[in-house]
């Protein structure tokens, strides 16, 4: 975790202080590696759906992480590009190259949802080695 990069977010207002809370069963590593378990059998007959579960577990698992460690971020427009930001912020700098893969999930999801576009298997299956890293980069951390 840099302290300096999360300070800055911290003073930026993008990032705010709460209460710690431990994981809940929602956001539990296995209840999410399940999803992306899920997410990958979607992969022939619905990929944009299986790119969208993807996609959460492994904002799930950066919010849970954020939670876990007494922050959140700010509410409204924007709000899970926060939470990536976080994420290279708070994260093992050595899952960089998946937590930047986060930002172009999150920009296809967006598509996905409001612009009528679909995701190909291929995305999908890219999408789900990164959200998996990050997933379990989470999972090996203490809570």
């Known amino acids: 975790m ?3 990069e999360l300070q800055a977010l911290i003073e930026a207002g993008t990032v705010l202080r709460a209460e710690s809370r431990s994981r809940s069963r929602w956001t539990r590593p296995s209840r999410l590696l399940r999803h ?5 059998r979607l992969a022939g007959s619905d990929p944009t759906g299986g790119f969208v579960m993807a996609y959460d577990a492994a904002r799930k698992a950066v919010t849970a992480h954020m939670r876990a460690h007494g922050f959140r971020v700010r509410k409204g427009p924007g709000e899970h590009e926060r939470t ?3 994420a290279a912020a708070a994260l093992d700098p050595e899952i960089a190259d998946h937590l930047d893969a986060l930002g172009e999930m999150r920009r296809l999801r967006h598509q996905s949802e409001y612009g009528a576009r679909l995701i190909r298997p291929r995305e999908l299956e890219v999408a789900l080695v990164h959200a998996r890293a990050i997933v379990e980069a989470v999972e090996a951390e203490p809570a």
Request: no cysteine; aromatic share 10%.
């Open 2 to 4: 840099s302290g300096e």
């Open 36 to 40: 992306l378990d899920s997410a990958e």
């Open 84 to 86: 990536g930001q976080y």
